[in-house]
């Protein structure tokens, strides 16, 4: 089992001929609704690529959280820890794209903001001790047999409950550091097993351009994983480095492309692979996200992932 703790959203998008100006006005065309967030993608990449994936995370209770909900058990994934936020809406992101690519976006974080610590405290396996199991039930939270092999963390969601799951589990912790951390992550790096980020995400934690995932090794993880878009990606650990080109495809877009690639990545590490296997596939299965639009929808399967290794 891989546990995703991560942010779920509904992406509402707008095609405008042109962005709109402050105080302006701009008729588009009819709004597109999609299931989104780095949690709900990455946990949706994880299903379709073969793994069993349990999300950690929080939804309002309206009509927005209730889709979300649906679609992620109608891609097989667990939602036994998403909790109901009576407080709070869902999170939503909305995107507004000129005719050339050129966006703007808007996040309302809502209930993804308000998963607390205690609310994940030790769920992301059911021998954790972290957890206080009197608010995870309120907040909805319910208890699970497995434990999970692998967490797949992203930043979407408060840094102490991302703390608090990765404490509370002795499930490999895999911290994909997206979006940029507002805030000093030092102490849950030094917990995290698998660092995984792009260039700008590297430049952002160390201050400075990165070239070399070697560099990212004394934030305190064991093993850092560089991204770098159409250049592949590269890992690192104190034994050695591994480098594997991007697979040659035709773009349509790059979104989604990270969420696959750390999902194939966690299932990969999960089910006993090396970092150099993994890494491949992982590179595989970001370079199918580009090949489609949007983010769900271009997230591969693991049966595409198999076809384009053996190419
Ligand atoms: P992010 O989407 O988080 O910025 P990257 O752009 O580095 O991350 O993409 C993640 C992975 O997806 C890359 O390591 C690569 O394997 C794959 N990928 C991204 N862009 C391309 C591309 N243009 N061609 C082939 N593979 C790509």
Do not use: H, Y
Request: with cysteine; proline share 4%.
């Amino acid at each position: 089992t891989i546990a995703v703790i991560g942010g779920l959203n509904m992406d509402l998008s707008v095609r405008v001929a042109r962005l709109p100006a402050p105080g302006e006005t701009v008729t588009g065309a009819e709004a597109v609704r999609g299931s989104g967030g780095k949690g709900g993608n990455q946990a949706v990449a994880v299903a379709r690529l073969g793994g069993r994936a349990r999300m950690i995370g929080m939804l309002g209770d309206d009509p927005f959280g209730a889709e979300l909900r649906r679609n992620l058990e109608a891609e097989g994934v667990d939602v036994g820890r998403v909790g109901t936020a009576a407080t709070a809406t869902t999170g939503m992101a909305l995107i507004v794209v000129q005719g050339d690519g050129e966006n703007t976006i808007t996040l309302s974080p809502g209930a993804n903001a308000v998963l607390t610590a205690a609310d994940v405290g030790g769920t992301a396996d059911s021998g954790g001790s972290a957890g206080s199991a009197d608010s995870a039930d309120s907040a909805g939270f319910s208890d699970s047999a497995d434990p999970a092999d692998v967490l797949l963390m992203n930043l979407e969601v408060p840094f102490e409950a991302v703390l608090a799951a990765a404490r509370g589990t002795r499930a490999l912790r895999v911290l994909n550091a997206a979006p940029i951390p507002d805030q000093d992550i030092s102490e849950l790096l030094r917990v995290v097993d698998v660092l995984v980020v792009n260039e700008t995400e590297a430049a952002a934690l160390l201050g400075r351009e990165v070239r070399d995932p070697r560099e990212l090794l004394p934030l305190g993880p064991r093993t850092a994983v560089l991204t770098l878009g159409a250049g592949g990606a590269t890992a690192a650990t104190a034994e050695g480095t591994w480098s594997t080109d991007a697979f040659a495809v035709e773009v349509v877009d790059a979104v989604g492309a990270g969420d696959a690639f750390c999902a194939a990545l966690a299932v990969g590490l999960g089910s006993g692979a090396g970092i150099e296997t993994a890494l491949r596939r992982a590179c595989a299965a970001g370079a199918l996200a580009t090949t489609r639009a949007g983010a769900q929808p271009a997230l591969p399967t693991r049966t595409e992932v198999d076809q384009l290794l053996s190419r």
